[in-house]
């Protein structure tokens, strides 16, 4: 299935769910249709659409540059808008030095890609184009504005069961209904249904990544680029010495291109794709990992589950299958 397929499986699922434990709870506690709590969970959803452009970039911490300030970044990410046929975005760097990049925005008219000051250190033009790349096809799938948007649901369906077992919720059902733990029961389901809502957008956001990934190839960069520009990601913050750096980003990993916090536990993993031990994946190595039964952890495997970003073996495996 294509991204947009998916997505829209994802989407349904997880609507599904709100609406389902909105209609118990509407049906539980006696207290009419559950109208109003589908009107106030959209309202949440739409804040959250409203203001996340604007928490994403004073979290980042982000400035706005111009043409005569960052001439070479700009004609980057207007050549690869172009070759999207999408408007050109707004550019900005980061004031952070985790090395990375992310887009964020509404729609594909009001796209924002960003690189953080850390990566315009570390990569070179071609590896930096890839990632722009992988960034533009973020901004072209439209998939940052629903995950923005999903990510929305798992905080509902906790402040549901967070109300529901420790509020004012639970003591009107059992008034309505002459006793009995309604409320508990259905905050406890709802805490089980938090729980699988949330990696269900973590799965989203791990197969957005792999298409972001082709994005970039078919936008015109070479897959050893971008996988490339991966490894340094992942090398370069592994080695940060102050992590306090590492959880300043935390909360905004899920724009990266990479997940800073993984990075040790993949690049142990990727020294099998590296070797010659030079620090770049070139054709030959892409070629015969495309080859390659990888070795994965146990552990990396469970632990792919509860994150944002799909494996990094894994996906470098992925971009060799577009090698030529």
Not at 316 to 324: D, F, M, N, R, V
């Amino acid at each position: 299935m294509g991204l947009q397929t998916r997505m829209f499986l994802l989407v349904a699922v997880m609507f599904a769910v709100l609406y389902g434990v909105i209609t118990i709870i509407g049906s539980a506690m006696g207290i009419g249709g559950a109208l109003a709590y589908i009107i106030l969970a959209f309202g949440f959803m739409l804040l959250q659409y409203l203001v996340s452009p604007a928490i994403v970039g004073w979290t980042m911490r982000v400035k706005w540059v111009t043409e005569a300030e960052e001439p070479e970044l700009h004609r980057m990410v207007a050549e690869l808008a172009q070759e999207a046929h999408l408007p050109k975005p707004r550019v900005g760097i980061s004031q952070i030095n985790v090395p990375n990049a992310f887009a964020y925005g509404r729609t594909q008219k009001d796209g924002r890609i960003c690189v953080t000051q850390g990566i315009l250190k570390l990569l070179n033009k071609n590896e930096l184009r890839a990632v722009l790349g992988h960034e533009m096809s973020h901004i072209k799938h439209r998939d940052m504005v629903i995950i923005t948007l999903l990510s929305a649901i798992p905080m509902i369906l906790y402040w549901v069961a967070i109300t529901m077992l420790y509020g004012g919720f639970a003591s009107a059902g059992s008034r309505r209904k002459g006793g009995g733990n309604y409320g508990a029961l259905i905050g406890i389901g709802a805490l089980i249904f938090y729980f699988i809502t949330n990696l269900l957008v973590l799965y989203g956001s791990r197969i957005r990544e792999y298409y972001a990934d082709k994005g970039s190839v078919e936008l015109g960069n070479q897959p050893n680029q971008m996988a490339t520009a991966l490894y340094k990601l992942a090398n370069s913050s592994a080695n940060i010495r102050d992590k306090n750096e590492l959880k300043k980003v935390e909360g905004a990993k899920a724009f990266f291109v990479s997940d800073p916090m993984q990075s040790m536990n993949e690049l142990r993993e990727l020294s099998q794709i590296d070797r010659n031990k030079d620090g770049v994946i070139d054709q030959y190595e892409l070629l015969t990992l495309r080859q390659m039964d990888v070795k994965l952890s146990f552990w990396s495997k469970v632990g792919e589950i509860f994150t944002t970003h799909p494996n990094m073996v894994k996906r470098i495996k992925q971009l060799a299958s577009y090698t030529a």
